[in-house]
């Protein structure tokens, strides 16, 4: 009796074995003679045809930790699939930029491995450095800012925004215009932010903002950390993880979040939600696009930049509320997609700096020693 | 007087302590099942109350990419299983005859399974898995049966303690079987209990394991429900919910096959 | 007679019984082994250099690190008795009710109970105990409100009760195969010689059960001590625990110069358990005395 069930297990277990064997590791070489891996601009491409003709013949495109209603990703995908036939398969959208490197490396030579990356800053940097992106200069390189852009084409940055407040009219019928605002009675158990700001970007940004706020800089971060401590014993501060999720059960009114973020994940489904860039901080980050050095697509990455930095991509963007970085060309151009710029959150006025690589170091080694001290 | 009433005391005593312990068994089940069921019940009514009201349970199936995850994660549930039950049984009743000293040393090996994060061990396992085998999900199932390992453990340990293990295996011995034969048709009927939790165990583990199988990019159940929740809270709370009654359903019918396979057979 | 074929039996031959533990050691070994043993090499690796240091380590047990161990441990103990004694209750009583309808209901509602976790538990227990959930509701109509008693879901205290829901059924799991041990007939025979209910439990019942019972405890501390999704989604990060510092590093928001320093974490969690293993060991041995 046993051993009969013993031996269908078997057996079952080999069928199922032997029908998986199909899905493998091969490589996917181009059409042609050409090796895109190695194409570094549009003219070695064989022009936005060659690029286009190859990147067909590839047929599919991954793409990793892309969420649909992350500055309108989900339109972006499909109008690049509509428009030239290429399947994306969308892995992990859930995920963080160090989800995609972990990828890069451990799925490499497989079919499955992501072809092009979107990263925090700081993390496309050191994948450079890693030697796992692959340089490739945009036929509109030379709109994006010195700053903004690896030397070599390694990455480039694509979209950003900036901290914002977000807050639910109905539950909050003071709004609060700043982050002294936050510390009012009022706002009892409603404040939150998006995660934990020792391993979260968004959640890491709003820190350094608040360090803006309370005369803190990019050098001094302690400000910020101060700053939820205080708001956590004035009992505004809910430590939990807000997100679309508990705006909508109520449980999290106020958010401190990128506000392209609030703007297309949490103003769709609370329609009144309000967001406002907070009047004593103006912190903005942009994150980086990039393409696998060992991309299983590598013509069809290309392509996907190329339509990015083109002005459907970044109107794409814009349509999501996100900043695409090459606003002003397209704005000076009168290319750029109007309705959508009108709906951005009032930018702060006069230059908006960023922290270097090293101020950002600094300030996380703080936030990671001090932030469980101050907020538990 | 004394010699009459005692008997009858006796008598007595044991169904009136019967009595007060099934009050007791029934508010104790009660509390629990309001610890359980109160929190599904706060988020079954959050699910509703969204603009999709109940079309946010009932429309899920449907989805894309439902059918094809559940199916992935049925099969390494169900490759999981037989790879820690054929691992496990017989390891747990050599080490349980043979090597009693070294239970303890075994118990900890086991744990180190669960204690490792799964991040850890799916990095590492990536590294020196052959290329052939890094494609397929299997490589996922045989991850698995390191975390299932412990409670399949700890399942069998309780069940063999409670069985006359040595005698049964001495006298199957001497009369002649194999130790196939012993296992199978001595030890295995008496483990049913112990089986089938660790079964319970190691399928509820692959059906609800997120971690290993979103690094590995693989869509199984639990990373199609997390990739659900990109949607309205509403629906996210109803796919959580509605994993949890799949799952559920799942085992009940795990745990049915058993009982018809022991009524038919009769072997105990 | 059947001895014969397998010879490695016989009496004496002590590397014998040790082969029948190959196939679960190739096992662990390629898949558990190897994965740790990258672990505890890089713990010892300064990540620059690549030379030998005891850096990581240094870091790892200091400061807000070793106060993260400190609080993993104590969240850990709790969430292992807490629920251990609970869930035995629980059992014995689904046990005890004779109803193979219910014990199938409950053991598979264990089974999905004991792995969920992560982002969906935390949201149902915001919606229900969250500072505008549910029973938080039902609570403040009838005049109490516990957040303003000092409770509140995302303490300690919070996640705590939250871990209950994942280390219950757990427990009712791994400790029914063990109490299906306990014969009917022993408590008849206690009855009918007139011992009570104590002393059953303290002359039958207890030693028993003690063994599984204990490795039930461990079994729920390494649950509870590497949890970590669920507390992620309801602290971020206020509480510190070790799998969410790990997680950390993991997740790439390294300082240079400390990028090994999660694998220390690593080490140290390990360690930890090894030393819990001890006091274990121990305690079994102290246990299987009593049962003699």
Wanted: with cysteine.
């Amino acid at each position: 009796m046993h051993r009969k069930m013993w031996a269908v297990a078997v057996t079952a277990v080999a069928a199922l074995a032997l029908a998986a064997c199909g899905g493998g590791t091969s490589s996917s070489s181009a059409a042609g003679g050409k090796d895109f891996s190695k194409v570094a601009s549009l003219a070695d491409a064989g022009g936005m045809d060659g690029l286009v003709a190859a990147a067909k013949a590839e047929g599919q495109l991954n793409v990793i930790t892309l969420p649909d209603k992350w500055a309108n990703y989900g339109n972006i995908m499909k109008a690049f699939s509509d428009k030239y036939g290429i399947k994306i398969n969308s892995a992990n959208p859930d995920g963080s930029s160090q989800d995609e490197i972990n990828a890069v490396k451990q799925l490499k030579g497989q079919d499955r491995a992501p072809d092009v990356l979107d990263l925090g800053q700081s993390f496309a940097i050191g994948a450079a450095k890693d030697g796992i992106l692959a340089p490739y200069k945009v036929a509109t390189w030379d709109n994006v800012p010195a700053d903004a852009k690896d030397a070599d084409g390694r990455w480039l940055s694509d979209y950003g925004g900036f901290i914002s407040i977000g807050y639910d009219p109905a539950k909050v019928p003071n709004p609060p215009t700043s982050f002294k605002d936050l510390l009012k009675p009022e706002y009892k158990n409603m404040v939150a932010i998006n995660g934990n700001p020792t391993q979260a970007g968004a959640a890491f940004a709003a820190v350094y903002a608040a360090a803006l706020a309370n005369g803190g800089s990019f050098d001094n971060i302690a400000p910020g950390v101060d700053f939820f401590k205080q708001l956590k014993q004035a009992g505004n501060f809910i430590p939990v993880t807000g997100s679309p999720a508990t705006v909508q059960s109520g449980q999290t009114p106020i958010l401190i979040w990128w506000d392209y973020l609030q703007a297309s994940s949490v103003q769709s489904q609370v329609p009144t939600w309000k967001i406002v860039i907070p009047s004593d901080a103006a912190y903005a980050a942009y994150y980086s696009q990039a393409i696998n050095a060992t991309a299983p697509h590598p013509a069809a990455a290309r392509l996907w930049q190329e339509y990015l930095y083109s002005v459907d991509g970044q109107n794409g963007w814009l349509n999501g509320s996100a900043r695409p970085i090459q606003l002003d060309t397209l704005v000076k151009a009168g290319t750029v997609d109007k309705a959508a710029l009108a709906k951005l959150p009032q930018a702060p006025a006069g230059e908006v700096k960023y922290p270097t690589d090293d101020q950002q170091n600094a300030a996380k080694a703080i936030v990671s020693q001090q932030w469980a001290a101050a907020t538990g | 007087m004394v010699a009459v009433t005692t008997p009858v005391e006796l008598a007595v005593t044991p169904v009136r302590r019967r009595r007060r312990t099934s009050w007791g068994r029934w508010i104790i089940l009660l509390l629990a099942a309001a610890y359980f069921l109160v929190p599904l019940y706060a988020a079954a009514e959050f699910a509703v109350s969204g603009p999709d009201g109940i079309g946010a349970l009932t429309g899920i199936a449907g989805k894309s990419g439902f059918v094809e995850a559940f199916t992935l994660s049925l099969t390494l549930a169900l490759v999981t299983t037989v790879i820690t039950l054929a691992l496990m049984v017989p390891t747990a009743i050599w080490v349980h005859l043979r090597l009693p000293r070294v239970q303890r040393l075994f118990e900890g090996i086991t744990i180190l399974g669960i204690v490792i994060p799964p991040v850890v061990l799916i990095v590492g396992v990536l590294q020196v898995a052959p290329a052939t085998l890094k494609g397929t999900p299997y490589l996922l199932a045989l991850e698995y049966a390191i975390l299932a390992m412990p409670f399949a453990y700890r399942s069998l340990d309780a069940g063999l303690r409670a069985i006359p293990l040595t005698t049964l295996v001495e006298a199957s011995r001497s009369l002649g079987a194999g130790w196939v034969v012993t296992i199978g048709r001595v030890l295995l009927p008496n483990l049913r209990s112990a089986l089938l939790s660790a079964t319970v165990l190691t399928v509820a583990l692959v059906l609800g394991e997120y971690t290993m199988a979103s690094l590995d990019q693989f869509e199984t159940f639990p990373v199609w429900v997390v990739v659900y929740q990109q949607d309205d809270a509403h629906v996210s709370v109803a796919v959580s919910l509605l994993s949890l009654v799949a799952t559920w359903v799942l085992l009940m019918l795990i745990s049915m096959i058993d009982t018809r396979r022991l009524r038919r057979g009769k072997t105990s | 007679m059947p001895d014969i074929a397998t010879p490695g039996k016989r009496a004496g031959f002590r590397v014998g019984p040790l082969a029948g533990l190959l196939p679960f050691a190739i096992y662990t070994t390629i898949f558990l082994f190897v994965p740790a043993a990258a672990i505890v090499v890089g713990a010892f690796t300064d990540p620059e250099s690549g030379s030998f240091t005891f850096n990581n380590l240094g870091t790892a047990f200091s400061g807000i690190y070793a106060q993260g161990f400190v609080t993993s441990i104590q969240l850990s103990v709790i969430s292992a008795v807490v629920p251990g004694v609970l869930g035995l209750v629980i059992a014995y009583a689904v046990q005890m009710s004779g109803s193979s309808g219910l014990r199938r209901i409950v053991s598979t509602a264990a089974g999905v109970f004991a792995n969920f976790g992560g982002v969906p538990l935390a949201f149902l227990f915001i919606a229900a105990l969250g500072s505008s959930g549910l029973v938080v509701d039902w609570l403040k109509l009838i005049g109490f409100d516990p957040y303003e008693h000092g409770f509140s879901l995302y303490t300690f205290t919070g996640i705590a009760v939250v871990y209950l829901y994942f280390q219950i059924p757990l427990m009712v799991l791994v400790i029914t195969p063990a109490l299906e041990g306990l014969r009917p007939a022993w408590r008849e025979a206690a009855d009918n010689l007139g011992a009570s209910a104590w002393q059953y439990w303290r002359m039958v019942g207890g030693p028993v059960l003690l063994p599984s019972f204990l490795g039930s405890l461990l079994l729920l501390f390494g649950g509870a001590f590497s949890a970590y999704a669920t507390t992620q989604a309801l602290t971020s990060g206020s509480l510190a625990i070790t799998p969410i510092q790990i997680g950390g590093f993991l997740n790439g928001n390294v300082l240079s110069g400390q990028e090994n320093v999660g694998k220390a974490l690593g080490l140290g969690m390990i360690l930890v358990i090894a030393a819990v293993m001890v006091v274990y060991a121990i305690l079994q041995r102290r246990a299987s005395k009593w049962l003699q």
